[in-house]
């Protein structure tokens, strides 16, 4: 078990290309008037192309303003955030941003809510079809494209918000709890799902998750997060053996267990 409890996860070699993601000593503060309310301090890592990180910490420890602030959503009040050797300027691009509700329209089929943002980009009708029917069909929905949100059960919506986040090509996905409301049997499904997209493909994903197990199971590398205003107070390297995108064969590896119980324990003391 590799384990890293400074605050830095310090960025590789400067020779290109460059890390996809690096945040070094970002930080975010509210004013709402009559106070400051500072909500992360000080965070620093790196997201590496083909890989998959997570983000564990407390309720209301500040992942998703974090997560927020990566994306361009929310400006930063200290530190640097870089896309690809370039500091943030608004919305990075090349990034899919996927949430816990689907969000999907139920006006538009499933075809019609994955091609969406294809549309909007001005890609032919043609390819945009093509490559949405290629994903649906490789997320297990063949003969699904045709049917309206109301009739999808919640894991089969979540597969068509996957594939619909996918279709425009991101090199980066940030993912909000997307599997949380989901049955365990499903879960399991698509976070296997979505793990072998990312490394197959040389993506990379930034997971917020509350789920520690899901963490373990699908992450090439573990964040632990501090009470708010959030700190990282420790670093897990994920060294689980055979196919990561098995994510039940990884549960049932030697050291999974081990790995849950000591992320457990960091986040039970995490300091305020």
């Not at 050291?255 to 003391?269: A, K, M, S």
Request: net charge negative.
């Amino acid at each position: 078990m590799s384990r890293s409890d400074s605050a830095a996860d310090r960025p590789g070699g400067a020779g290109p290309p460059a890390p996809p993601l690096v945040a070094e000593r970002v930080s975010k503060t509210y004013d709402d008037g009559w106070h400051e309310v500072p909500v992360i301090a000080d965070l620093s890592f790196t997201l590496e192309a083909g890989t998959i990180v997570s983000i564990v910490g407390p309720s209301g420890c500040g992942k998703t303003t974090l997560l927020n602030t990566l994306s361009g959503l929310i400006a930063p009040s200290g530190g640097v955030i870089r896309w690809h050797g370039r500091p943030l300027r608004g919305m990075p691009p090349k990034v899919g941003y996927m949430l816990q509700k689907d969000l999907l329209f139920p006006w538009r089929t499933a075809i019609a809510n994955v091609t969406l943002g294809l549309e909007v980009a001005g890609t032919p009708r043609g390819e945009a079809l093509e490559r949405a029917h290629a994903l649906l069909d490789q997320l297990g929905l063949h003969g699904f494209a045709t049917h309206y949100p109301a009739t999808l059960s919640g894991g089969m919506r979540q597969r068509v918000a996957l594939a619909r986040t996918l279709v425009v090509d991101p090199e980066v996905l940030l993912l909000d709890e997307p599997f949380a409301a989901l049955d365990f049997q499903t879960k399991l499904l698509i976070e296997g799902d979505t793990a072998r997209l990312v490394r197959d493909q040389h993506r990379a994903a930034l997971l917020i998750t509350h789920d520690v197990e899901e963490a373990v199971s699908v992450s090439d590398r573990v964040i632990v997060l501090s009470h708010r205003p959030c700190r990282i107070r420790s670093v897990y390297d994920i060294g689980l053996e055979g196919d990561r995108a098995d994510v039940m064969a990884a549960r049932d590896s030697r050291g999974f267990t081990d790995y849950v119980r000591t992320i457990w324990r960091d986040l039970e003391v995490a300091p305020a």
